[in-house]
Protein backbone atom coordinates (compact mmCIF):
# COMPACT_ATOMS: atom_id res chain seq x y z
CA UNK A 1 0.00 0.00 0.00
CA UNK A 2 1.51 3.50 -0.85
CA UNK A 3 2.48 5.21 1.72
CA UNK A 4 0.63 8.45 0.83
CA UNK A 5 -1.56 9.13 -2.07
CA UNK A 6 -0.76 12.28 -3.61
CA UNK A 7 1.74 13.07 -5.94
CA UNK A 8 5.05 12.42 -5.99
CA UNK A 9 7.01 12.71 -9.22
CA UNK A 10 10.46 11.11 -7.65
CA UNK A 11 8.48 8.24 -6.80
CA UNK A 12 6.90 8.21 -10.57
CA UNK A 13 10.92 8.65 -11.80
CA UNK A 14 11.73 5.81 -9.56
CA UNK A 15 9.35 3.65 -10.99
CA UNK A 16 10.56 4.07 -14.24
CA UNK A 17 14.23 4.00 -13.50
CA UNK A 18 15.40 2.49 -9.87
CA UNK A 19 17.53 -0.97 -10.85
CA UNK A 20 15.78 -4.08 -9.18
CA UNK A 21 17.73 -6.16 -6.89
CA UNK A 22 17.36 -10.08 -6.88
CA UNK A 23 18.67 -10.84 -3.51
CA UNK A 24 20.96 -9.91 -0.41
CA UNK A 25 22.88 -13.02 -0.27
CA UNK A 26 27.03 -12.11 -0.06
CA UNK A 27 28.36 -15.25 -1.62
CA UNK A 28 25.68 -15.86 -4.58
CA UNK A 29 25.79 -14.77 -7.92
CA UNK A 30 26.50 -11.13 -8.49
CA UNK A 31 25.07 -10.80 -12.06
CA UNK A 32 22.38 -8.69 -11.15
CA UNK A 33 24.60 -5.75 -9.78
CA UNK A 34 25.79 -5.41 -13.44
CA UNK A 35 24.33 -1.93 -13.66
CA UNK A 36 25.82 -0.66 -10.85
CA UNK A 37 29.41 -0.74 -13.01
CA UNK A 38 28.01 1.96 -15.39
CA UNK A 39 26.39 3.83 -12.32
CA UNK A 40 29.86 4.78 -10.35
CA UNK A 41 31.61 4.51 -14.11
CA UNK A 42 35.31 5.78 -13.59
CA UNK A 43 34.84 6.86 -9.84
CA UNK A 44 38.31 6.08 -7.67
CA UNK A 45 35.90 6.15 -4.43
CA UNK A 46 32.91 4.46 -4.00
CA UNK A 47 31.14 5.29 -0.77
CA UNK A 48 28.46 2.99 0.62
CA UNK A 49 26.71 4.01 3.65
CA UNK A 50 24.09 2.81 5.91
CA UNK A 51 20.97 4.66 7.71
CA UNK A 52 21.68 3.16 11.06
CA UNK A 53 25.01 1.07 12.16
CA UNK A 54 24.22 -2.88 13.12
CA UNK A 55 21.71 -3.42 10.61
CA UNK A 56 21.80 -6.59 8.66
CA UNK A 57 20.42 -6.24 5.27
CA UNK A 58 22.88 -2.99 5.15
CA UNK A 59 25.96 -5.28 6.13
CA UNK A 60 25.17 -8.25 3.86
CA UNK A 61 24.62 -5.83 0.78
CA UNK A 62 27.43 -4.33 1.45
CA UNK A 63 29.46 -7.37 1.48
CA UNK A 64 27.82 -8.37 -1.81
CA UNK A 65 29.00 -4.93 -3.75
CA UNK A 66 32.42 -4.90 -2.15
CA UNK A 67 32.40 -8.24 -3.85
CA UNK A 68 31.40 -6.97 -7.51
CA UNK A 69 33.30 -3.84 -7.04
CA UNK A 70 36.22 -5.92 -6.66
CA UNK A 71 35.58 -8.81 -8.77
CA UNK A 72 34.15 -6.97 -12.18
CA UNK A 73 35.34 -3.63 -11.93
CA UNK A 74 38.58 -4.01 -10.42
CA UNK A 75 38.50 -2.20 -6.98
CA UNK A 76 41.60 -2.53 -5.13
CA UNK A 77 41.19 -1.26 -1.25
CA UNK A 78 38.49 -1.14 1.57
CA UNK A 79 38.55 1.56 3.85
CA UNK A 80 36.57 1.71 7.00
CA UNK A 81 34.73 3.39 9.30
CA UNK A 82 37.64 2.01 11.82
CA UNK A 83 40.79 3.38 13.29
CA UNK A 84 43.48 4.38 11.11
CA UNK A 85 46.21 3.44 13.55
CA UNK A 86 43.88 -0.26 14.23
CA UNK A 87 43.87 -0.77 11.04
CA UNK A 88 47.20 -1.38 10.08
CA UNK A 89 47.16 -5.06 11.80
CA UNK A 90 43.95 -5.78 9.62
CA UNK A 91 45.42 -5.71 6.21
CA UNK A 92 48.34 -7.13 7.58
CA UNK A 93 45.43 -10.05 8.47
CA UNK A 94 43.96 -9.80 4.98
CA UNK A 95 47.14 -10.47 3.13
CA UNK A 96 47.78 -13.99 5.15
CA UNK A 97 49.69 -12.99 8.02
CA UNK A 98 48.46 -15.13 11.53
CA UNK A 99 46.03 -17.62 11.16
CA UNK A 100 42.31 -17.84 10.16
CA UNK A 101 41.27 -16.94 14.55
CA UNK A 102 43.70 -14.43 14.93
CA UNK A 103 40.85 -11.80 13.60
CA UNK A 104 38.82 -12.29 16.73
CA UNK A 105 41.22 -11.17 18.67
CA UNK A 106 42.86 -7.82 16.46
CA UNK A 107 38.72 -7.13 16.70
CA UNK A 108 37.61 -8.26 20.43
CA UNK A 109 37.85 -4.33 21.67
CA UNK A 110 36.18 -3.05 18.34
CA UNK A 111 32.58 -2.14 18.46
CA UNK A 112 31.04 -4.53 16.10
CA UNK A 113 30.25 -2.30 12.82
CA UNK A 114 30.63 -5.48 9.97
CA UNK A 115 34.37 -5.19 9.67
CA UNK A 116 34.61 -8.92 10.20
CA UNK A 117 33.02 -10.71 7.65
CA UNK A 118 34.41 -8.29 4.86
CA UNK A 119 37.83 -9.40 6.14
CA UNK A 120 37.19 -12.69 6.09
CA UNK A 121 35.99 -12.70 2.69
CA UNK A 122 39.30 -10.71 1.62
CA UNK A 123 41.44 -13.23 3.51
CA UNK A 124 40.08 -16.22 1.32
CA UNK A 125 39.85 -13.94 -1.85
CA UNK A 126 43.90 -12.66 -1.35
CA UNK A 127 44.85 -16.31 -0.96
CA UNK A 128 44.49 -16.93 -4.53
CA UNK A 129 44.33 -13.68 -6.08
CA UNK A 130 47.09 -11.96 -8.49
CA UNK A 131 46.39 -8.77 -7.01
CA UNK A 132 44.88 -8.82 -3.32
CA UNK A 133 42.85 -6.52 -2.12
CA UNK A 134 43.91 -4.12 0.71
CA UNK A 135 42.45 -2.78 3.85
CA UNK A 136 42.72 0.57 4.96
CA UNK A 137 41.40 2.08 8.61
CA UNK A 138 40.47 5.59 8.21
CA UNK A 139 39.08 6.89 11.74
CA UNK A 140 40.13 8.48 15.16
CA UNK A 141 41.36 5.73 17.32
CA UNK A 142 38.92 3.68 19.00
CA UNK A 143 35.98 5.72 17.68
CA UNK A 144 37.14 8.26 19.91
CA UNK A 145 37.45 6.16 22.80
CA UNK A 146 40.52 6.25 23.87
CA UNK A 147 43.85 7.31 22.44
CA UNK A 148 46.09 4.96 23.36
CA UNK A 149 45.88 2.73 20.05
CA UNK A 150 47.56 5.67 18.52
CA UNK A 151 49.42 6.51 21.24
CA UNK A 152 51.43 3.48 21.83
CA UNK A 153 53.05 2.49 18.43
CA UNK A 154 53.76 6.36 18.26
CA UNK A 155 55.52 6.24 21.37
CA UNK A 156 57.26 2.87 19.84
CA UNK A 157 58.78 5.07 16.86
CA UNK A 158 59.61 7.76 18.98
CA UNK A 159 61.76 5.35 21.45
CA UNK A 160 64.17 4.74 18.33
CA UNK A 161 63.61 7.90 16.40
CA UNK A 162 63.54 10.75 18.91
CA UNK A 163 63.92 9.51 22.71
CA UNK A 164 64.18 12.55 24.03
CA UNK A 165 60.32 13.41 23.32
CA UNK A 166 59.78 10.26 25.64
CA UNK A 167 58.69 12.12 29.04
CA UNK A 168 56.23 13.73 26.88
CA UNK A 169 54.25 11.62 25.44
CA UNK A 170 54.50 9.03 28.06
CA UNK A 171 52.75 11.63 29.96
CA UNK A 172 49.64 12.20 27.29
CA UNK A 173 50.04 8.32 27.72
CA UNK A 174 48.91 8.41 31.22
CA UNK A 175 46.36 10.97 31.01
CA UNK A 176 44.77 9.51 27.90
CA UNK A 177 45.00 5.94 29.95
CA UNK A 178 42.41 7.43 32.79
CA UNK A 179 39.51 8.49 30.99
CA UNK A 180 39.88 5.48 27.83
CA UNK A 181 37.06 3.88 27.04
CA UNK A 182 35.55 2.00 23.88
CA UNK A 183 34.34 4.57 22.36
CA UNK A 184 33.40 8.30 22.23
CA UNK A 185 30.36 7.73 23.99
CA UNK A 186 32.17 6.53 27.05
CA UNK A 187 35.43 8.18 26.97
CA UNK A 188 33.53 11.86 26.35
CA UNK A 189 32.23 11.43 29.76
CA UNK A 190 35.01 10.62 31.29
CA UNK A 191 37.40 13.32 30.04
CA UNK A 192 34.89 15.92 31.19
CA UNK A 193 35.33 14.68 34.77
CA UNK A 194 39.20 15.43 34.27
CA UNK A 195 40.51 17.99 35.95
CA UNK A 196 40.90 20.92 33.38
CA UNK A 197 44.99 21.12 34.09
CA UNK A 198 44.35 17.84 32.77
CA UNK A 199 42.98 18.33 29.73
CA UNK A 200 44.97 21.35 28.70
CA UNK A 201 48.63 19.29 29.23
CA UNK A 202 47.26 16.51 27.06
CA UNK A 203 46.36 19.19 24.16
CA UNK A 204 49.53 20.87 25.12
CA UNK A 205 51.60 17.82 24.66
CA UNK A 206 50.00 16.22 21.29
CA UNK A 207 49.97 19.54 19.63
CA UNK A 208 53.77 20.27 20.75
CA UNK A 209 54.36 16.37 19.50
CA UNK A 210 52.64 17.20 16.64
CA UNK A 211 54.37 20.57 15.94
CA UNK A 212 57.87 19.10 16.34
CA UNK A 213 57.06 16.22 13.97
CA UNK A 214 56.67 18.79 10.98
CA UNK A 215 59.43 20.64 11.91
CA UNK A 216 62.24 18.25 12.46
CA UNK A 217 61.32 15.83 9.81
CA UNK A 218 64.77 16.19 7.78
CA UNK A 219 66.17 14.71 11.23
CA UNK A 220 63.31 12.27 11.53
CA UNK A 221 63.89 10.52 8.00
CA UNK A 222 67.62 11.12 8.76
CA UNK A 223 66.80 8.06 11.50
CA UNK A 224 64.37 6.13 9.58
CA UNK A 225 62.35 5.27 6.46
CA UNK A 226 59.70 7.93 5.06
CA UNK A 227 57.08 4.85 5.39
CA UNK A 228 57.68 4.64 9.35
CA UNK A 229 57.35 8.62 9.40
CA UNK A 230 54.02 9.10 7.46
CA UNK A 231 52.20 6.33 9.57
CA UNK A 232 53.54 7.59 13.51
CA UNK A 233 52.78 11.22 12.08
CA UNK A 234 48.92 10.27 10.72
CA UNK A 235 48.41 8.06 14.19
CA UNK A 236 49.37 11.18 16.11
CA UNK A 237 47.38 13.78 14.27
CA UNK A 238 44.48 11.24 14.81
CA UNK A 239 45.02 11.53 18.16
CA UNK A 240 45.15 15.17 18.22
CA UNK A 241 41.88 15.12 16.00
CA UNK A 242 40.65 12.49 18.50
CA UNK A 243 41.69 15.26 21.55
CA UNK A 244 39.98 17.98 19.66
CA UNK A 245 36.87 15.85 19.75
CA UNK A 246 36.27 15.24 23.21
CA UNK A 247 36.11 19.12 23.91
CA UNK A 248 33.47 19.37 20.89
CA UNK A 249 31.40 16.81 22.28
CA UNK A 250 31.57 18.52 25.64
CA UNK A 251 30.44 21.60 24.38
CA UNK A 252 27.55 20.26 22.43
CA UNK A 253 26.30 18.24 25.55
CA UNK A 254 26.87 21.76 27.33
CA UNK A 255 24.57 23.51 23.96
CA UNK A 256 27.94 25.66 24.36
CA UNK A 257 29.82 24.52 21.65
CA UNK A 258 31.19 26.13 18.53
CA UNK A 259 29.59 25.89 15.15
CA UNK A 260 29.93 21.89 13.49
CA UNK A 261 32.98 21.31 15.52
CA UNK A 262 32.61 17.88 15.91
CA UNK A 263 33.47 18.35 12.02
CA UNK A 264 37.00 17.44 13.46
CA UNK A 265 36.52 13.18 13.49
CA UNK A 266 35.06 13.45 9.82
CA UNK A 267 37.82 15.69 8.02
CA UNK A 268 40.31 13.29 9.98
CA UNK A 269 39.15 10.28 8.15
CA UNK A 270 38.39 12.12 4.46
CA UNK A 271 42.54 12.77 5.01
CA UNK A 272 43.05 9.18 6.03
CA UNK A 273 41.45 8.29 2.80
CA UNK A 274 43.60 10.49 0.39
CA UNK A 275 46.22 9.25 2.52
CA UNK A 276 45.90 5.83 1.21
CA UNK A 277 44.33 6.85 -2.57
CA UNK A 278 47.86 8.79 -2.94
CA UNK A 279 50.34 6.07 -1.05
CA UNK A 280 49.06 2.61 -2.72
CA UNK A 281 50.04 3.41 -5.83
CA UNK A 282 48.24 4.47 -9.53
CA UNK A 283 45.29 2.65 -10.17
CA UNK A 284 44.46 2.36 -6.39
CA UNK A 285 40.43 2.11 -6.48
CA UNK A 286 38.77 2.62 -2.87
CA UNK A 287 35.41 0.89 -1.59
CA UNK A 288 34.71 3.02 1.12
CA UNK A 289 32.16 1.88 3.99
CA UNK A 290 31.00 4.49 6.81
CA UNK A 291 27.41 5.78 7.82
CA UNK A 292 25.72 7.57 5.58
CA UNK A 293 26.02 10.74 7.59
CA UNK A 294 29.55 10.66 7.39
CA UNK A 295 29.57 9.69 3.45
CA UNK A 296 27.03 12.88 2.09
CA UNK A 297 28.14 15.37 0.48
CA UNK A 298 25.92 18.28 1.67
CA UNK A 299 26.63 19.67 5.65
CA UNK A 300 24.30 17.47 8.02
CA UNK A 301 21.89 20.41 9.64
CA UNK A 302 19.58 19.97 12.71
CA UNK A 303 16.74 22.44 13.73
CA UNK A 304 18.18 24.80 11.04
CA UNK A 305 22.04 24.98 12.89
CA UNK A 306 24.43 23.57 11.03
CA UNK A 307 26.20 20.53 12.91
CA UNK A 308 28.62 18.66 10.84
CA UNK A 309 30.62 19.03 7.32
CA UNK A 310 31.11 15.43 6.79
CA UNK A 311 33.86 13.44 5.25
CA UNK A 312 31.93 12.92 2.26
CA UNK A 313 31.84 16.83 1.42
CA UNK A 314 35.61 16.76 1.70
CA UNK A 315 36.02 14.34 -0.62
CA UNK A 316 33.91 15.50 -3.30
CA UNK A 317 35.60 18.52 -2.76
CA UNK A 318 38.97 17.10 -3.41
CA UNK A 319 37.79 14.63 -6.00
CA UNK A 320 34.72 16.02 -7.74
CA UNK A 321 33.02 13.05 -9.60
CA UNK A 322 35.73 10.82 -8.84
CA UNK A 323 33.87 10.18 -5.16
CA UNK A 324 30.47 8.67 -5.21
CA UNK A 325 28.24 8.33 -2.68
CA UNK A 326 25.91 5.42 -2.40
CA UNK A 327 23.41 6.42 0.56
CA UNK A 328 21.41 2.77 1.89
CA UNK A 329 18.11 3.39 3.48
CA UNK A 330 14.84 0.96 4.38
CA UNK A 331 10.94 1.67 4.36
CA UNK A 332 10.03 -0.86 7.09
CA UNK A 333 11.02 -3.15 10.19
CA UNK A 334 13.20 -2.28 12.58
CA UNK A 335 16.35 -0.03 13.31
CA UNK A 336 18.95 0.22 15.72
CA UNK A 337 18.17 2.94 18.20
CA UNK A 338 21.81 4.19 20.08
CA UNK A 339 21.16 5.39 23.53
CA UNK A 340 23.74 6.61 25.89
CA UNK A 341 24.73 4.30 29.06
CA UNK A 342 28.03 4.65 30.52
CA UNK A 343 27.50 1.39 32.27
CA UNK A 344 27.24 -0.41 28.70
CA UNK A 345 30.12 -1.62 27.17
CA UNK A 346 30.48 0.82 24.29
CA UNK A 347 29.15 3.20 26.25
CA UNK A 348 25.94 2.94 24.75
CA UNK A 349 22.91 0.61 24.51
CA UNK A 350 21.14 -0.66 21.20
CA UNK A 351 17.00 -0.15 20.95
CA UNK A 352 16.18 -2.21 18.51
CA UNK A 353 13.34 -0.34 17.49
CA UNK A 354 10.22 -0.64 14.78
CA UNK A 355 10.52 1.80 12.08
CA UNK A 356 7.94 4.56 12.24
CA UNK A 357 6.17 5.48 8.85
CA UNK A 358 8.42 6.88 6.32
CA UNK A 359 8.50 10.97 6.86
CA UNK A 360 6.36 13.26 4.51
CA UNK A 361 9.45 14.37 1.50
CA UNK A 362 11.94 11.62 2.62
CA UNK A 363 13.66 9.61 -0.22
CA UNK A 364 11.63 6.38 1.90
CA UNK A 365 8.69 7.80 1.49
CA UNK A 366 9.12 8.14 -2.38
CA UNK A 367 10.28 4.28 -2.29
CA UNK A 368 6.96 3.39 -0.23
CA UNK A 369 4.72 5.23 -2.81
CA UNK A 370 6.53 3.36 -6.09
CA UNK A 371 6.13 0.38 -4.18
CA UNK A 372 9.71 -0.98 -4.63
CA UNK A 373 11.56 -3.52 -3.45
CA UNK A 374 15.27 -4.33 -3.30
CA UNK A 375 16.32 -1.57 -5.59
CA UNK A 376 18.61 1.09 -6.06
CA UNK A 377 18.73 4.44 -7.87
CA UNK A 378 20.95 6.95 -9.27
CA UNK A 379 20.29 10.15 -8.33
CA UNK A 380 22.38 12.05 -10.35
CA UNK A 381 20.28 10.92 -13.82
CA UNK A 382 16.89 11.85 -11.16
CA UNK A 383 18.33 15.23 -10.47
CA UNK A 384 18.64 15.91 -14.41
CA UNK A 385 15.20 14.53 -15.15
CA UNK A 386 12.78 15.14 -12.44
CA UNK A 387 11.27 18.79 -12.22
CA UNK A 388 11.57 21.08 -8.72
CA UNK A 389 12.44 19.44 -5.61
CA UNK A 390 10.86 15.84 -6.83
CA UNK A 391 8.39 16.52 -3.23
CA UNK A 392 11.79 15.98 -1.30
CA UNK A 393 10.66 18.86 1.32
CA UNK A 394 12.73 18.39 4.62
CA UNK A 395 10.27 16.67 7.23
CA UNK A 396 10.27 17.59 11.07
CA UNK A 397 14.06 17.04 12.74
CA UNK A 398 14.37 14.07 14.92
CA UNK A 399 17.93 14.14 16.05
CA UNK A 400 17.92 10.21 15.52
CA UNK A 401 20.61 8.01 13.83
CA UNK A 402 18.80 6.13 11.41
CA UNK A 403 17.19 9.97 10.17
CA UNK A 404 20.21 12.08 10.21
CA UNK A 405 20.70 12.29 6.41
CA UNK A 406 17.06 12.86 5.63
CA UNK A 407 16.84 16.47 6.25
CA UNK A 408 19.34 17.26 3.58
CA UNK A 409 19.24 18.22 0.00
CA UNK A 410 19.08 14.32 -0.97
CA UNK A 411 20.04 14.74 -4.94
CA UNK A 412 22.73 16.64 -3.61
CA UNK A 413 23.84 14.82 -0.43
CA UNK A 414 24.26 11.47 -2.54
CA UNK A 415 24.97 10.13 -6.31
CA UNK A 416 22.20 6.69 -5.58
CA UNK A 417 20.21 5.37 -3.15
CA UNK A 418 20.05 1.83 -2.21
CA UNK A 419 16.51 0.86 -0.96
CA UNK A 420 16.05 -2.57 1.29
CA UNK A 421 12.59 -2.64 2.31
CA UNK A 422 13.01 -4.31 5.13
CA UNK A 423 15.99 -4.03 7.72
CA UNK A 424 16.58 -6.41 11.14
CA UNK A 425 18.84 -5.32 14.01
CA UNK A 426 21.79 -8.14 14.34
CA UNK A 427 22.01 -10.52 16.25
CA UNK A 428 25.56 -9.95 17.37
CA UNK A 429 24.84 -6.23 19.02
CA UNK A 430 24.44 -6.15 22.63
CA UNK A 431 21.49 -4.65 23.64
Not at 30 to 49: M, Q, T, W, Y
Not at 302 to 314: A, D, K, R, V
Request: proline share 6%; hydrophobic share 45%.
Amino acid sequence: MPASSHHNPFAGWLRGHAIPLTHLDPEAPLHDLEPLRDVVGGARVVAIGENSHFISEFSLMRRRILRFLVEHCGFTVLAFEYGFSEGFPLDAWAQGEGTDDDLSAHLAAAIPVGVDEPLRWMRRHNATASKPVRFAGIDIPAAGGSLLPALAPVADYLRQIDPETLPAIQTAMRIAESFAGASAASAAPAWTRLATAEQDALSAILMRLLIRFRAVEALYLSRGDQRSYDIARRRLEGACHADYGFRAMAGLYAGNGLTADTSARDVYMAGSVLWHLERLGPGTRVVLAAHNAHIQKVPISFNGHLTGLPMGQHLHRVLGDEYFALGLTSTTGHTADMRPDENARFGFAIDNTALEAPEPGSVEVAFADADLGLSIADLRQARQEVPGDAGLTPGPDRIRIQSAYLHTPVFDAFDGILNTPTSTVADDVES
